[in-house]
């Protein structure tokens, strides 16, 4: 997928604001940003485009930002950004709201009506990452959204915290994805947003099925992951903490095309492939990696193993010891 990457590192010191200003307002939403310090300025930002929604990375020293009237009038691409606070703090104003909002929140604007804030970070700078969408690709009435523009709320436990979990790993791997994966990914965020927004209104029954459905399926896969070390974990477990019967649940995964047992086991599967290739846990037993992940029983871990990878924990192992040992000596 297209991945688009910019940065004020490699410039002169008189060129980096102007050089943000431009590329920000090209990319994303026109505004009129401001430092009190220009000439010591920083800035960079990487740009994935998953469709019809765009998430950036972004991180940058300390400054202002507004987006008046005039410049809306010039220049409107009718669209929200849902902002995820990852460091520094920071303030805005719009739609007759005053907000101020710190690490882990999330935070909705609007290209449509005027604003202005400020941005920064006592040490280091300002980083987060930035959900911007078509205004009309909610699903929700604009009374409701407009209940949540520049209000912002944390990323809790629920679908908050899976939405912002979500960015984060989408961030991390967005690089890697097909163009198919990607448009597939941008659909899924969507989903998710429209659901925390949805959550947040305390309007969930307005979400479109597709979106209900997308939501549901994020906050199992999403208490699956962070189960996996139960040897317990079952699907009694998982459909009773979410409300659902086990049928519902055994539907929901068989329209994935893979069972309940199936999907946990192979989670368990890959966070033990991790494991057993990174040279900080060489000196960890290979039945105590297994066991935090949830296998108990040795045999049935190395067989279902072999069956996933093809090759034995233990020659796993010595294969990825083998390969970063070539690779740290330069030798083919």
Known sequence: MQVLEWSTRDLAARDRFPFWHQTLSQTLVSTWPASDSPADFNASARLFDLGAVTLSAMSHSRLQVSRPAKLIRQTDPEVFQLHLVLAGDGAMTQAGREARFAVNHLLLIDSSQPWQGWRGADRGPAESLIVQFPRSSLGLRSDMIGRLVAAPFPARAGITGVLAAHLRQLTENAGDLTRQDAEALGAVTLDLVAAAC???CEATRALAPESR???LLSLIHHFIRQRLGDPDLN??????????????LYKIFQEQGMSVAGWIRRCRLEGCHRDLADPLLR????????????????????RNFRAAFGMSPRD????????????????D
């Open 316 to 331: 796993h192992r010595h294969r990825a010891a083998d390969d970063a040992w070539r690779e740290g000596t330069g030798l």
């Open 235 to 248: 699907a009694e477990m998982i459909a009773a903490a979410h409300g659902i019967s086990v049928r519902h």
């Open 283 to 302: 000196a960890r037993p290979i039945q105590t990696i297994a066991a935090r992940w949830g296998f108990s029983d040795a045999a049935t871990f190395s």
């Open 213 to 215: 459905h997308q939501a």
């Open 198 to 200: 949805a959550h947040r």
